[in-house]
Nanobody, 121 residues
């Protein structure tokens, strides 16, 4: 059983910053890609950013230059630094981990429970 625990969401004013964290624990042998997605009310879940096991990153166009994804492999943790936040960034943010529960198993996808980010004055 793998658990993803997210933290760092909250209410912030436009132009402000937040840092999200997501720690993976439990029976996981290896972690490949780690990512953040978000879902705003009435909209589909969308990719925010992804980071590979080698550290390569990719961002959705609207987040480039404002958001930074990083990871600490020793802690099985992925971070999302969000700057210059806008009201349209308001959403529930979910972390996603692609990993293997055992050495010989296939890759599984694990999701966090989500953390609310609200950007409002």
């Amino acid at each position: 059983q793998v658990q993803l625990v997210e933290s760092g969401g909250g209410l912030v004013q436009p132009g402000g910053s937040l840092r999200l964290s997501c720690a993976a624990s439990g029976s996981i042998f290896s972690i490949d890609a780690m990512a953040w997605h978000r879902q705003a009310p009435g909209k589909q879940r969308e990719l925010v950013a992804v980071i590979t096991s080698g550290g390569s990153t990719n961002y959705a166009d609207s987040m480039k230059g404002r958001f930074t994804i990083s990871r600490d492999n020793a802690k099985n943790t992925v971070y999302l630094e969000m700057n210059s936040l806008r009201p349209e960034d308001t959403a529930v943010y979910y972390c996603k981990v692609v990993g293997k529960p055992t050495r010989f198993s296939a890759h599984n996808i694990y999701w966090g429970q989500g953390t609310q980010v609200t950007v409002s004055s």
